[in-house]
């Protein structure tokens, strides 16, 4: 389901630096995060999300994310927009 929701999703941000910008900017409803990772990388974004009280979703899998979302390359994180 959240594989399709990604690839269905008009409006969207992929990478952590857009994201971490649309956070910032209030632009973001929801989050999509891969269990695969590096979870270091993610932190700053995940507690901005926190403190936003953006709801944030797991995937199991950053090349299926990225799959989702059109590109040929692994996606760690994808915002859903307003």
């Known amino acids: 389901m959240?594989?399709?929701k990604v690839a269905q999703a008009a409006n969207k941000v992929v990478?952590?630096?857009q994201t971490l910008k649309a956070l910032e900017n209030e632009l973001v409803k929801e989050l999509f995060v891969a269990e695969d990772a590096d979870h270091q990388v993610l932190d700053k974004?995940?507690?901005l999300a926190n403190d936003k009280g953006v709801q944030v979703n797991s995937v199991d899998s950053m090349?299926?994310?990225g799959k989702a979302?059109?590109?040929d390359v692994n996606a760690a994180i994808?915002?859903?927009k307003k």
């Open 63 to 65: 090349k299926r994310l």
């Open 69 to 71: 979302c059109g590109i």
């Open 2 to 4: 959240s594989y399709e």
């Open 78 to 80: 994808v915002a859903i």
């Open 15 to 17: 990478g952590t630096k």
């Open 45 to 47: 974004v995940m507690t």
